[in-house]
């Protein structure tokens, strides 16, 4: 966490210093913060800072690749004349355990057309989704076990 703030200060200096306060030149300073983090990581950084970082952006890049292809797919079913859905409510068991990695999880999930967090249970162990098309919950079940929750895993452990 002292990463990322040490990160995020220097990309505001990078910015005062340059003179331009613009996205890019912000995020080039972030990237150049990151990059003179992982050099001097033992006394300021931590050691996985970069590696963090990257699994970060590669679940943010998941989630944006997940959302599209489940738009074009609601879109798809919704305008074909036939509706030959199988909606459904299924138990999906997290291996996640931390509140904010389930609520992340669930978020996502949420936040992905075709599929609704509803619920988790008391002891955190499962998480209640329905889905437009559960003809195989199995599948989706693996579906977000090997794409959202791993990724989260990878990025915040």
Same mark, same amino acid.
């Given at each position: ?9 220097? @990309? ?17 300073? @972030?990237?150049?913060?990151?990059? @003179?983090?992982?050099? =001097? ?21 998941? !989630? ?11 879109? =798809? ?12 409510? !299924? ?28 619920? =988790? ?18 599948? =989706? ?14 990025? !915040?452990?």
């Amino acid at each position: 966490m002292i990463g990322l703030l040490l990160n995020l200060l220097l @990309a505001i200096a990078w910015v005062a210093v340059t003179g331009g306060a613009s996205a890019h030149n912000f995020l080039f300073g @972030a990237v150049l913060g990151a990059i @003179a983090l992982s050099v =001097v990581r033992e006394p300021y950084g931590s050691k996985g800072y970069l590696r963090r970082l990257l699994a970060i952006l590669s679940l943010a890049l998941l !989630f944006l690749r997940e959302l599209t292809l489940s738009a074009l797919r609601v879109a =798809v079913t919704v305008c074909s004349r036939d509706m030959q859905l199988t909606p459904g409510i !299924f138990a999906f068991p997290l291996t996640v355990d931390r509140d904010f990695e389930i609520t992340l999880l669930a978020n996502m999930i949420t936040l992905t057309p075709g599929t609704l967090s509803v619920d =988790v249970s008391d002891d955190r162990s499962t998480l209640y989704v329905h889905a437009l098309d559960c003809a195989d919950p199995e599948a =989706v079940k693996r579906d977000i076990a090997d794409g959202f929750e791993r990724k989260i895993m990878e990025a !915040f452990r």
